[in-house]
């Protein structure tokens, strides 16, 4: 069966296992045009913002998220405006839930830097708690265990009920919580060049810290109707 192509099977593996990984989504031409885009804007125009950073108790420096980011990039880019415009995408949101209005594209840029520990997107969280919360991300790069792959916990879901595992603001989660995981529990999403994530984000996710290299992607948000 042709996944790609087949918006049911697609739908029908988020609702089982909270993603979908589909390679070779785009072409290694579409994504080399996306990130001399984002070069090029970056360069130009004070479009993009970083996540804050902050020390902990041990005198690290350590950042909620630390990628840049371009939010609405579909109105800049015209490779993030093709990515906004995929029917296809569309057709996977609104079968999978009430959250299927398209919001923006938001273009993000993670680098590694050996004074501070960046990932993208910070803390485990999710984004949602009582609904499904779909976003599509785009790998315009090879992206491997080490420059930061995004990571979820699959089957998670139910134990975010418990308040006790959230803090108070934007449903960040606590280390309890991912304590009650072992490592082979957490799904890293590495992939070459032009890899589709099609994801439940009301599941716990997060990137990856980075250690080397860096990260170009696309993220597709969709919203309530």
């Known amino acids: 069966m042709d996944v790609v192509n087949n918006i049911e099977s697609i739908v029908m593996k988020i609702k089982k296992s909270g993603y979908c990984f589909i390679e070779n989504y785009w072409s290694q031409e579409q994504c080399k045009k996306a990130i001399e885009e984002i070069n090029t804007l970056r360069k130009q125009r004070n479009f993009f913002t970083e996540s804050l950073t902050y020390i902990d108790s041990s005198g690290i420096l350590i950042s909620k998220g630390g990628d840049l980011r371009c939010r609405k990039s579909n109105l800049i880019l015209s490779t993030a405006k093709f990515f906004y415009e995929d029917e296809k995408l569309r ?107 099609l994801v439940d984000t009301s599941i716990p996710h997060r990137g990856k810290i980075i250690e080397e290299g860096h990260r170009y992607a696309y993220t597709f948000y969709f919203y309530d109707e």
Not at 139 to 163: A, C, H, M, R, W
């Open 91 to 197: 057709n996977v949101a609104k079968s999978y839930s009430q959250c299927s209005k398209p919001g923006d594209i938001m273009c993000n840029l993670l680098e590694y830097d050996e004074k501070t520990k960046k990932n993208s997107g910070g803390e485990w969280h999710c984004d949602t708690k009582d609904r499904l919360q779909l976003k599509a991300i785009l790998y315009l790069t090879d992206v491997n265990e080490k420059n930061g792959p995004f990571s979820i916990i699959p089957f998670s879901k139910k134990y975010i009920q418990d308040d006790s595992f959230i803090r108070k603001t934007n449903l960040r989660l606590k280390k309890s919580f991912i304590e009650k995981f072992q490592k082979k529990d957490i799904i890293e999403l590495i992939g070459s060049q032009g890899s589709l994530i």
